[in-house]
T-cell receptor, first 112, second 114 residues
């Protein structure tokens, strides 16, 4: 089983739509969770951390379900500029807590 | 504020040639440093990480090596490149507790081995 698994997509949605991505992780000892955004042929950039209580940043909402070991990202009112690959990121846990493991990403294409 | 620099942006190298990619961080001291590779259509693979000068941990056996000669300098090298070394190489830095704050990536080097 992969350490971090994501649906690769693509998710093709119209502008203004709400879209949600899920991600599952295998190590129950993981304690830190993030969503990164990667534009085509660019470096990944931190979008938001994911906290146990869930957190929101504008149109973006992240949630964590420790019992089921999955993380979600909800994007409301999608913009054309949201088109990118979204990477789910989890720390390795155990004795290697400082290492982050990146999922392969979910591709979002927002259509006009 | 902290910045991370990586160069060159693109590189085309013949099979069997050497490689040296450099990464430097400004505006912080004693960062954790990381080298990742992203093959075409694939996820990010951690190659090396370093928590201090001269301290290198290798994550996967490969044709590459890393060195950290100065606190804020991280170098990725190869003596003889293979076709399979092609990919997008990303350097990243974090604070000591990188898992709390996430990593910040440089702009990457796109390497094509021909």
């Amino acid at each position: 089983r992969k350490e971090v698994e994501q649906d690769p997509g693509p998710f093709n949605v119209p502008e203004g739509a709400t879209v949600a991505f899920n991600c599952t992780y295998s190590n129950s000892a993981s304690q830190s969770f993030f969503w990164y955004r990667q534009d085509c042929r660019k470096e990944p950039k931190l979008l938001m951390s994911v906290y146990s209580s869930g957190n929101e940043d504008g149109r973006f909402t992240a949630q964590l379900n420790r019992a089921s070991q999955y993380i979600s990202l909800l994007i409301r009112d999608s913009k054309l500029s949201d088109s990118a690959t979204y990477l789910c990121v989890v720390n390795k846990g155990g004795g290697a807590t400082n290492k982050l493991i990146f999922g392969t990403g979910t591709l979002l294409a927002v259509q006009p | 504020s902290q910045t991370i620099h990586q160069w060159p942006a693109t590189l085309v190298q013949p099979v069997g040639s050497p490689l040296s990619l450099e990464c430097t961080v400004e505006g912080t001291s004693n960062p954790n440093l990381y080298w990742y590779r992203q093959a075409a259509g694939r996820g990010l693979q951690l190659l090396f990480y370093s928590v201090g000068i001269g301290q290198i941990s290798s994550e996967v056996p490969q044709n590459l090596s890393a060195s950290r000669p100065q606190d804020r300098q991280f170098i990725l090298s190869s003596k003889k490149l293979l076709l399979s070394d092609s990919g997008f190489y990303l350097c990243a830095w974090s604070r000591t507790r990188g898992e709390l704050y996430g990593y910040t990536f440089g702009s990457g080097t796109r390497l094509t081995v021909v």
